[in-house]
């Protein structure tokens, strides 16, 4: 059955009231990322977003792998959507709700990509269940590592998935108008017994954040971060190249993770809202996982920084 955060949320008065589900999953050996990121925006009777996929071979949505990839669809209410347990979204996108926070069966079918994908928790669910430090971008927001096991198709060519990530579900007031937004969002799960994540507020160099939260799984034991910080270097496009990591849990177990991009997509994943993400390799105690690094702007901020930085 439905639990109550695989529903649509009450909302608030605003028309800038969101939700969210995004799960993501890789095929490292093709360097292939797969992106299902349905919202909505109920108080407007809008959702938008879909599914991406990119690889090596583009940065942008004219040249990546797949971009279905919607602004204004019309949405009727959160009874539209909801079909026994599954959530089955105007993008054409099956989420299942196998179990509630724990398992998940995605579906989705084009002509040029198609998966069945089924994501298994590997560790708790970690929320946050406030207004993200001065960007005003969330009232909710979950994160959870878990496994994906199924299949994916690009084209012709059929991928076994079989890998480690996180997927999240986000809801409360997004405005666009949020012209100081800058967040990190850095992450890497090797197994039920290793992984981390930390959602970083950034300063002003541009390239170095504070935590705002985070996780740290170590010998299958789980506990929320204490404190943290992550630094960036760039590439000559401003896509985020590596990132060092030092955070300590409440536990007090220390987090010291080295991540490398190895491939990256610039998407404006809504109007007020640019996001650099690059699937990483990262290393962390004795572990190696493949996660992200992701960057994200409001696009005003982006602009003045990519000047600043001489890139147009």
């Known amino acids: 059955m439905l639990g109550e955060d695989e529903r649509l949320h009450p909302v608030g008065a605003g028309d800038d009231w969101f939700e969210s589900w995004w799960f993501a999953f890789y095929v490292p050996e093709r360097l292939l990322t797969v992106y299902v990121y349905p919202w909505f925006r109920p108080n407007l009777g809008l959702c938008g977003g879909g599914v991406i996929a990119w690889d090596e071979r583009g940065i942008e949505s004219r040249a990546i ?8 669809l019309r949405f009727g209410g959160a ?3 909801v079909e026994g347990d599954a959530i089955v979204t105007p ?3 099956r989420i299942d709700c196998l179990a509630p926070a724990e398992r998940y069966r995605l579906r989705y079918e084009r002509p040029g990509l198609a998966f069945d994908v089924e994501f298994e928790a590997s560790g708790g669910a970690s929320r946050i269940n406030t207004l993200v430090a001065e960007a005003d971008i969330f009232k909710g927001h979950i994160d959870q590592p878990g496994r994906y096991r199924g299949w994916v198709r690009v084209g012709d060519d059929r991928h076994v998935v079989d890998c480690h990530c996180v997927r999240d579900r986000s809801w409360g007031p997004r405005g666009d108008d949020a012209t100081g937004m800058h967040i990190g969002y850095y992450h890497a799960t090797a197994s039920d017994k290793d992984a981390f994540l930390i959602f970083t507020h950034a300063g002003e160099d541009g390239d170095s954040s504070t935590m705002i939260s985070g996780y740290l799984i170590r010998d299958g034991i789980q506990a929320q971060l204490a404190e943290g910080r992550a630094r960036i270097t760039r590439g000559s496009d401003l896509s985020p190249a590596t990132c060092v990591i030092d955070a300590t849990d409440r536990e007090g177990r220390v987090l010291h993770a080295e991540g490398r991009g190895l491939t990256s997509v610039a998407l404006l994943v809504q109007p007020g809202m640019f996001n650099w993400s690059s ?27 990519a000047r600043a930085r001489g890139v147009r």
């Open 91 to 93: 993008q054409g996108i």
């Open 65 to 72: 792998v797949h971009h279905d990839y919607a602004w204004s």
């Open 279 to 305: 699937l990483a390799e990262w290393r962390f105690g004795e572990a190696f996982a493949y996660g992200e690094l992701q960057d994200t702007w409001h696009p005003d901020a982006y602009r003045v920084f």
């Open 79 to 81: 009874d539209t959507i």
